[in-house]
């Protein structure tokens, strides 16, 4: 097979990087990807670095050794801290991670107010805390570690009292004081609807999967990656739990277009 018709591998501690997959399969319908989600490891957002790091390490691998020719590190957990570790090993490759929707919070009007909801390796490591200080003097920016958040996306539970009483009890503070949410973990997005309801109408969500899909195709392009083929790619699915339920889901967070309200 020519290089070019390889798969882009894509990975994640769960289901949640689906929210990224969906735009790249948008973006560039005519390339096949393999996305494999390490649910049997999740959450990784409260683990130590050491342990996210030889984790994602591990699922890179697994993608590689599929013959994939590009890697999308569809986590921002597993991004502040493997992205530079991996592109040093892998120099020949294409390694593309996400990070949370920061600027574009904070830019899309003046002195705003932001919240950024992630775990607690993105906000505590060097790529967001640059990227914070970068912004801050931008406008009014507020840290919100979420644990436990991403466990209903894992359970396949986006909407209902359970979750948004648990949605509304973490972002509650906040009520009145944002302009802007950012979703800076994967997971979150299929989440929106519930983070919509209890930050209010009127406040904007920002995520990191649009950006992250236009900065891959860029990446393709310079090293002539592109997939040619005229015809609709194929999205191939692995879970480390080894069972059809998470293969499911999976199919099923792909297809979800209306049950939430999608972020920008
Ligand atoms: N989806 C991951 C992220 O974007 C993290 C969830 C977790 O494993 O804690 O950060």
Redesign the pocket.
Known sequence: MERCERPVGVF???V??ISVLREMVSLMPNENFIYYGDSKN?????KSVKEVQDLAMADAEILLGMGAKAIVIA???ATAVCAEVLRKKYPDIPVVG?EPALKPAVLHKENARVLVM??NI?LREHKFRALLEKYSKRGEIYLLPCPGL?DWVEHGIFCGEEVEKFVDELVSPYRGKIDSVVLG???YPFLAGAIQKAVGREVRLFDGGKGTARELLRRLECMKLTNNAQNIGKVEFMNSNNCEAEIELSKRLLDLKKIVDKPV
């Open positions: 994640d501690s769960g949640g990087g999740a959450p990784y957002g409260t986590c921002n957990t996400v992630a775990t993105t991403m973990c994967t997971h």
